[in-house]
C-alpha cells in the first residue's frame, strides 16, 4: 500500500493540472483511501486495506492520501467526509464510496465497479 503524495497522483492516477477530462493513468484498477490521522473509522478501515492489498496483490493498487497534507487533492475531489474511497476502474469513471464499509463490501466493490474477482472465488 503507497502514500500518495500530489505528486505522485498526478503520475500514477490522473494528471487534473494538464487534462480536463478523466484519463486514469495507472496499469491496474485502484482504490484510493483518503484519510486523516484523527478519524476514528479511518482506522478501522486501515487495516482491512493492508489485507486488501495482500490479497489482491498485482491485481488492483491501493493508495492512501493524507487529506490534512495533501489539502489539494483532498479539495479536487470534494472530500467532505471521511474515510472517502474512490474506486478506480481501468476503463471509464471513478466512483466514490463515503464513511467506513465492512470488508466484504469493500470486495463487493472491488468485484462491481473494477471488474476484479476475489482471488479466492473460482470465477
Not at 39 to 52: A, D, H, N, R, T
Not at 66 to 91: C, G, H, M, N, Y
Request: proline share 7%; glycine share 4%; aromatic share 12%.
Amino acid at each position: 500500500m503507497e502514500h500518495l503524495t500530489k505528486q505522485t497522483f498526478l503520475e500514477k492516477v490522473f494528471n487534473y493540472e494538464t487534462k480536463e477530462k478523466w484519463d486514469f493513468q495507472g496499469e491496474l484498477p485502484a482504490i484510493i483511501d483518503f484519510y486523516a490521522d484523527w478519524c476514528g473509522p479511518c482506522k478501522m478501515v486501515s487495516p482491512i486495506f493492508e489485507e486488501l492489498a495482500e490479497e489482491y496483490q498485482g491485481k488492483v493498487n491501493i493508495y492512501k492520501i493524507d487529506t490534512e497534507a495533501e489539502q489539494e487533492l483532498a479539495a479536487v475531489f470534494a472530500i467532505r467526509s471521511i474515510p472517502s474511497v474512490l474506486f478506480i476502474p481501468k476503463e471509464g469513471q471513478p466512483q466514490m464510496a463515503v464513511g467506513a464499509m465492512p470488508k466484504d463490501e469493500y470486495i463487493r466493490a472491488i468485484e462491481m465497479v473494477l471488474g476484479v474477482p476475489h482471488p479466492s472465488s473460482n470465477n
